[in-house]
T-cell receptor
Framework: GENVEQHPSTLSVQEGDSAVIKCTYSDSASNYFPWYKQELGKRPQLIIDIRSNVGEKKDQRIAVTLNKTAKHFSLHITETQPEDSAVYFCAASIAPPGGGADGLTFGKGTHLIIQP | NAGVTQTPKFQVLKTGQSMTLQCAQDMNHNSMYWYRQDPGMGLRLIYYSASEGTTDKGEVPNGYNVSRLNKREFSLRLESAAPSQTSVYFC????????????FGQGTRLTVV
């Protein structure tokens, strides 16, 4: 099955600086890559996702890049703010056009700490 | 629109007891999932249901059973709870299996003593 590795496990950055979280996946058939944010005691919520037919996607201060050849994808957060402090999870799944995919395989998470 | 609702929020069980975690979604989603979350382990898939009437094992199915009661509801049963099943359990749903946003319930914190 799919295996997703995520680094680093903890990331501390100064407010206003950028943060980058990296993930690698093992199954070259994976074609859907979402990122979830989980605040303490809350449920995971989708912040951005990318499909294998694009290399980059941006939404305000958040961007995701995908390198299918190397089988890795990254989350970039610019101009970090205190409310960005949370645990971030990457995930991967195989989604054939006719269905039949499993659920998402998640990385182990990155605890992002924004220092004031 | 409540989204995904799971009950209970907290539960303490003794080893060997059984219980069922309930999950319901009101978004008319086809696919539903049960994950467990343990410190440093991320979210691991227990079971999933691609559509009404089907269920399949995920990464960590041992000790669990599921029922897709109808399109809205997907329950998770622990027949004989063990301390290793102490975890936070999340139910989730998505419109399509595997390639659309998964919406999560608020979680159930289960402790087995």
């Amino acid at each position: 099955g799919e295996n997703v590795e995520q680094h680093p496990s903890t990331l501390s950055v100064q407010e206003g600086d950028s943060a980058v979280i990296k993930c690698t996946y093992s199954d070259s058939a994976s074609n859907y890559f979402p990122w979830y944010k989980q605040e303490l005691g809350k449920r995971p919520q989708l912040i951005i996702d990318i499909r294998s037919n694009v290399g980059e996607k941006k939404d305000q201060r958040i961007a995701v890049t995908l390198n299918k050849t190397a089988k890795h994808f990254s989350l970039h957060i610019t101009e970090t703010q205190p409310e960005d402090s949370a645990v971030y999870f990457c995930a991967a799944s195989i989604a054939p056009p006719g269905g039949g995919a499993d659920g998402l395989t998640f990385g182990k998470g990155t605890h992002l700490i924004i220092q004031p | 629109n409540a989204g995904v609702t799971q009950t209970p929020k907290f539960q303490v069980l003794k080893t060997g007891q059984s219980m069922t975690l309930q999950c319901a979604q009101d978004m008319n989603h086809n696919s539903m999932y049960w994950y467990r979350q343990d410190p440093g382990m991320g979210l691991r898939l227990i079971y999933y249901s691609a559509s009404e009437g089907t269920t399949d094992k995920g990464e960590v199915p041992n000790g669990y059973n599921v029922s897709r009661l109808n399109k809205r509801e997907f329950s998770l049963r622990l027949e004989s709870a063990a301390p290793s099943q102490t975890s936070v359990y999340f139910c989730a749903s998505s419109e399509q299996q595997g390639n659309s946003e998964a919406f999560f319930g608020q979680g159930t914190r289960l402790t087995v003593v």
